[in-house]
């Protein structure tokens, strides 16, 4: 049986993950804004994936009979200098992320909570993958440094990003997982 403490710090990161989805779709509005069509979609496709992060916590604290208490969402910024900058704040917001997702393992491996253990390992693969993303374009920006041909020419290449996880969570997220094959 899941304790209450376990629970709680579940809904604080469903709150963080909401966030983290918030301020991707800012930086997304950002981009368009500046003219720069395939970062808007690279960090809309982001959007998603932490929507997915949300919902997957989400429903695992009501598949183990918690209470799911959802909170305000902050405001994330919505100016940005340059695609590195925002580039640069999405790896240190990852690298948070990745903070908090220790903590919480590290509160189930104290509780001896095996199932969420087991849960959080997804989150754990997961956060590798984000901070490998967000290191290797913020690679690129560093060589092309002023170029804007080099710029766009990485713009037209994150335009190809589609998003691969499932956006539909009306009949659960297990079932539209398995649905789109994520
Ligand atoms: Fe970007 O991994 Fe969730 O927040």
């Known amino acids: ?32 804004t500046i003219g720069l069509k395939g970062f808007a979609n690279w960090f809309m496709v982001q959007y998603h994936e932490e929507m997915l992060h949300a919902m997957k916590i989400y429903e695992y604290i009501l598949r183990q009979g918690g209470e799911v208490r959802l909170q305000s969402i902050k405001t994330p910024p919505y100016t940005f200098e340059s695609p590195l900058d925002m580039f640069t704040k999405t790896l240190a917001h990852e690298q948070y ?11 189930a491996i104290a509780e001896k909570d095996h199932a969420t253990q087991i849960f959080l390992e997804w989150y754990v693969t997961e956060q590798v993958e984000e901070e490998e993303n967000d290191n290797d374009i913020i690679q690129q920006l560093k060589i092309i440094k002023d170029n804007s041909h080099a710029l766009l020419m990485l713009d037209r290449e994150l335009a190809g990003r589609i998003t691969t996880v499932p956006t539909d969570f009306s009949k659960g997220i297990e079932a539209a997982m398995k649905q789109s094959g994520a």
């Open 1 to 32: 049986m899941i304790k209450e403490k376990m629970i709680s710090a579940l809904n604080e990161q469903v709150n963080r993950e909401m966030y983290s989805a918030y301020l991707y779709m800012s930086m997304s509005a950002h981009c368009s």
């Open 97 to 107: 992320i990745t903070a908090s997702i220790n903590e919480l393992m590290e509160l």
